[in-house]
Each structure stands twice: as structure tokens, then as C-alpha cells.
């Protein structure tokens, strides 16, 4: 008999369950995440460099790990601020999931660890839609790539907590229009803070440090339209699923005997981890 | 490009649920409703779950991708609009920010069709919207 089934999950509620796990853990043991996200090329490397000199200098206990398709370059740039450093190679893999990240957290970042960067694979797509459990979403993008990224991209920008612009050095040469940018910003991710730096001349370092900190202090964050949802198909953002998220990710993993009738969204349940 | 990922965790939770189901011998279709704000590109899905299904109780199944356009609702004005692509997040009318996304984002199974031989499915707690 041919019967249509009423399943109502979200699809990618075991990565958000999982997240919320890792941020609600994280949490506890005072580690606040950072996840930066911009195109390749658009400097993370070289701005997370200097907020991890600053972060030394001001002796926070910070942490980074950086994510790549290939090459340990990135890792091998960011332990020169003397930190500890991860290099995660995803195999082709375009973005990391909250299940990976806690892979490889496990047994690697120390105890004391006050901020942990994660720099997410270059790519403004796929990293957009996975919640890793950070605190704080950055999304970069330098002054070469055009005014009209976030419009491009606009789930990344769209989501993002605070949004940096790198190699503004060389904004006047590529006639960097900073008012369209901002426009554009506006228009995605209305409210949200957009910081000017350059790693080059060290313009706007620290200022990614001082809103991680504060976020970490528990300092109100901006929230984004994107993520302030009135139906509730998918948690990110969503503080308010975080008691069922907690119980799902259990349950669900092991495929206990309830992935039917799910008319909250926010308790669907996802089992297995997604991988490509 | 994540729809292989978003492809397999699709199978996997179909897989799951038919699991729970005495008897599913093959699942016809999928039903999918994904926002034009969810990052995901409906062809490159279909494409990606066409070939993940291979060798599962999905192989041969239709994904069906129901596009759900991004609607946003003023807080303070509660004038509601369709934000398009590139979205428009702030109010066209007030210009305000305090502003709710209330469709769009969505990544879901919606229902999926299946086979299975157990007539008394009915009774038991499964919800069935219809028959087929």
C-alpha cells in the first residue's frame, strides 16, 4: 500500500541539537566560540594573527583552529602568536559541522581556554547554514571583493553578528565604495555593527578581541533578522529551543521510537550526522 | 556546496523513520519545502540525493522541492511583505529594523510517500495524511 507520511522535521535539526550541545558544554567550562566566515583569500588568517598577539599581550587565554580543504599553511601562520592552534583538514568537505567541531575539541583545547577562533573553511555558502555553537558569528570581507558581497551572499551576511571589512589599505586603490557596502549590509542584516580593519597597517586590531570578550562576558549581542524567526523550521539562533534541543540530540541519534509527530518544528528530530 | 550533506541527512532521518514503520518495503517520494533564504539550490539537491539514495530504501525516490518565499512582518508597524532576492529586511514602510523573518529560511521534510505492506498501519500512532 502506497501511503504518504507527514514526517514535519527540519533537516538539519541533529547539527543544530548537536551545536546547542557544544555551546550549552562550552559554556560551562567559560570557553565562548567565535566563528569567522568569509570568502578564501579574504584575510582571516592574517586578522585572526593579530587578535591572537593582542589576545597574548593582554593575557586572555584564546585558541584557534582554523579549517581547510588542504594545507596546514593557516594553522602554521597562527601558531607564530605562540596560542594553541589546530589545523583541521575536511578532506574536501566545504564547511564544518557542530559534530566535527567537537571531534576535534575534544581532548585538544585546554581547560583555561577564555575565547576559541574558529576560522571556518573560505566559503560564503554551505558554512552559513551550519551552527557550530558559537556565540559569535563574524563574517568578513575585504575591500577587493565589491560592495555588493552581502547581496551575493546574503544568508552569510544575513546571519552574522558582527561584519568586518579587511585590506582596507587598498580601498582607495580599488575605489572601495564603503557607503554601498554598508547600504547593502543594512539591507540584509539591518543593526549590525561593520568594522573597518587592516591587518597591514593595523587598523581596527583588537576590535574583534573586545566583542568576543564582551560576548563572552554575556554582553547583549545584535540579533539578526534573519535569525529571529517566527516560524521555527530550523534553530539556529534560537535560544528557545534549547531544552528540547538538549533531549533530542539523544534521543534522536539513536533513533528512538518517536521521529513521527513532530508539529514543533524546533523538536524535530534529525538522526545520524549529515556528511559529503 | 553542502547538498550532499543536506541530501544524506534526508535519507538518514527518512531511513530512520521508516525503520519505526512495520514493513516499508520502498519510498516513492520525499516532499522537501526549502526557503529561498536557505542556502540550498534545488537542482544541485535533487542531483546530489538522486545519487546518496542509490543502494538505500530511497533508491528511485523523487525529491519534491517546494520553494517557500521569504516573508518578513514589521514589529512595531506590522506591515508584512515578500523581502525577494537579495532580501530587504528592513520595513519598506516605516524603515524600521525591529523586524520578524516569518517564512524562508525553511529546510524540511514535509511528508514522504511510501510502500508498505501493513494495512493496520492506521491504528497505530504513525499519523497518515493520506492515502495515495
Known amino acids: 500500500m502506497c501511503r504518504v507520511v507527514d514526517l514535519q522535521q527540519a533537516v538539519l535539526a541533529k547539527n543544530d541539537a548537536t551545536a546547542h550541545l557544544l555551546r550549552t558544554h562550552l559554556h560551562t567550562r567559560g570557553t565562548t566560540v567565535v566563528n569567522l566566515l568569509s570568502s578564501p583569500g579574504s584575510g582571516k588568517t592574517a586578522l585572526l594573527e593579530g587578535e591572537l598577539l593582542r589576545a597574548r599581550e593582554r593575557s586572555v587565554a584564546v585558541a584557534a583552529l582554523s579549517a581547510d580543504l588542504a594545507t596546514e599553511n593557516d594553522a602554521t601562520r597562527l601558531a607564530r602568536s605562540g596560542v594553541p592552534v589546530k589545523q583541521v583538514l575536511t578532506d574536501g568537505l566545504c564547511h564544518l559541522e557542530a559534530a566535527m567541531l567537537a571531534g576535534h575539541l575534544d581532548g585538544w583545547l585546554p581547560d583555561d581556554t577564555r575565547l576559541l577562533f574558529v576560522e571556518n573553511v573560505g566559503n560564503l555558502v554551505c558554512p552559513a547554514s551550519y551552527d557550530l555553537g558559537e556565540t559569535l558569528r563574524v563574517v568578513l570581507a575585504s575591500v577587493t571583493e565589491g560592495e555588493d558581497k552581502p547581496l551575493k551572499y546574503p544568508t552569510a551576511f544575513g546571519l552574522a553578528h558582527l561584519v568586518m571589512v579587511t585590506k582596507t589599505d587598498i580601498a582607495e586603490a580599488v575605489e572601495f565604495d564603503e557607503r554601498a557596502f554598508r547600504a547593502n549590509v543594512e539591507r540584509v542584516n539591518p543593526g549590525v555593527e561593520v568594522v573597518l580593519t587592516s591587518a597591514r597597517r593595523g587598523r581596527g586590531t583588537g576590535a574583534l578581541l573586545d566583542r568576543a570578550l564582551a560576548a563572552a562576558e554575556g554582553a547583549p549581542l545584535h540579533t539578526p533578522v534573519m535569525a529571529r524567526r517566527a516560524d521555527a523550521g530550523h534553530t539556529h539562533a534560537h535560544s528557545g529551543a534549547a531544552e528540547s534541543g538538549h533531549t533530542h540530540a539523544h534521543t534522536g541519534a539513536e533513533g528512538a521510537g518517536h521521529a513521527h509527530v513532530h508539529t514543533d518544528a524546533a523538536d524535530a528530530v534529525a538522526p545520524a550526522a549529515p556528511r559529503s | ?132
Open chain 2, 1 to 132: 556546496m553542502h547538498e550532499m550533506s543536506v541530501a544524506l541527512a534526508v535519507i538518514d532521518q527518512v531511513e530512520t523513520a521508516a525503520a519505526q514503520t512495520p514493513d516499508v518495503t520502498a519510498v516513492r517520494s520525499v516532499r522537501l519545502r526549502v526557503g529561498e533564504l536557505a542556502g540550498v539550490v534545488p537542482d544541485s539537491l535533487a542531483f546530489c540525493f538522486e545519487l546518496a539514495c542509490a543502494g538505500t530504501l530511497l533508491e528511485g525516490a523523487e525529491l519534491v522541492t517546494e520553494p517557500v518565499p521569504g516573508r518578513a512582518r514589521c514589529t512595531p508597524c506590522a506591515h508584512e511583505w515578500a523581502v525577494g532576492m537579495p532580501p530587504s529586511l528592513t520595513c519598506p514602510e516605516c524603515q524600521g529594523a525591529d523586524v520578524e523573518l516569518i517564512s524562508g529560511r525553511e529546510l524540511r521534510i514535509a511528508d514522504v510517500r511510501w510502500e508498505d505492506g501493513d494495512p493496520t498501519l492506521a491504528a497505530t500512532p504513525v499519523p497518515i495524511a493520506e492515502e495515495c
